[in-house]
Each structure stands twice: as C-alpha cells, then as structure tokens.
C-alpha cells in the first residue's frame, strides 16, 4: 500500500504565492513520475505539472512561468511552488505519482487534495 499526502494549500490574495508539497510513503520501490492535477468546481480533473525521475518536467500552458516543480527522488517527495497566483487557480489540487511497488507492480496512486482558494 501506498499513500500520497499532501500539505500547504490555503487561501492568498490573486498576485500571491503558496508552495504545495506531497510525500509518498508505503511499500514503495521506485517511482516513475509524479506531479499535480487540479479540480475546480463544476469542472473536470486537469494536468497542472508532471516531473519524472530523471528531472523532466512538463506543465499546463496556463501555469507556465508561474508554477515550478521540484522532486526529491530520495524522499519521495514533489513540490509545486506557485507565484503570481490568479483567481482561476483556485481548485482542489491533487498530488499524483507512477509507482512501482515493493510487489513490482506498477499502480497509480492519488493524495486527498489540499484546497487552493485565490482570492481577488
């Protein structure tokens, strides 16, 4: 079993900056990619940021040039700082990670979601 937690969501001011943070535990061997998806209100889950093992990054066109994510493959952890934080990025967000079990087989796992609220 594998568990994905996340922390640092909370309310800012549109302009403003939060950093998320997500740690993997559990029966783990490695992990192949891990990142951030978003659900707003009324609107479907979407890719927010990947980053796999080896560094490679991938983002949403709406985020480029404000959110940044970083891994620490040794902690199993990911971040997702945000800067310039814009109402329409308020969501539950999602941490995300590919992981190859204890088990060896490959699973898709999912953290709670931590609120983000943009504000005006």
């Known amino acids: 079993q594998v568990q994905l937690v996340e922390s640092g969501g909370g309310l800012v001011q549109a302009g403003g900056s939060l950093r998320l943070s997500c740690a993997a535990s559990g029966s783990i061997s490695s992990i192949i990619t891990m990142g951030w998806y978003r659900q707003a209100p009324g609107k479907q889950r979407e890719l927010v940021a990947t980053i796999t093992s080896g560094g490679t990054t991938n983002y949403a066109d709406s985020v480029k040039g404000r959110f940044t994510s970083s891994r620490d493959n040794a902690k199993n952890t990911v971040d997702l700082q945000m800067n310039s934080l814009k109402p329409e990025d308020t969501a539950v967000y999602y941490c995300?990670?590919?992981?190859?079990?204890?088990?060896?087989?490959?699973?898709?796992?999912w953290g709670q979601g931590t609120q983000v609220t943009v504000s005006s």
């Open positions: 995300n990670a590919g992981v190859w079990t204890a088990m060896l087989a490959y699973q898709n796992y």
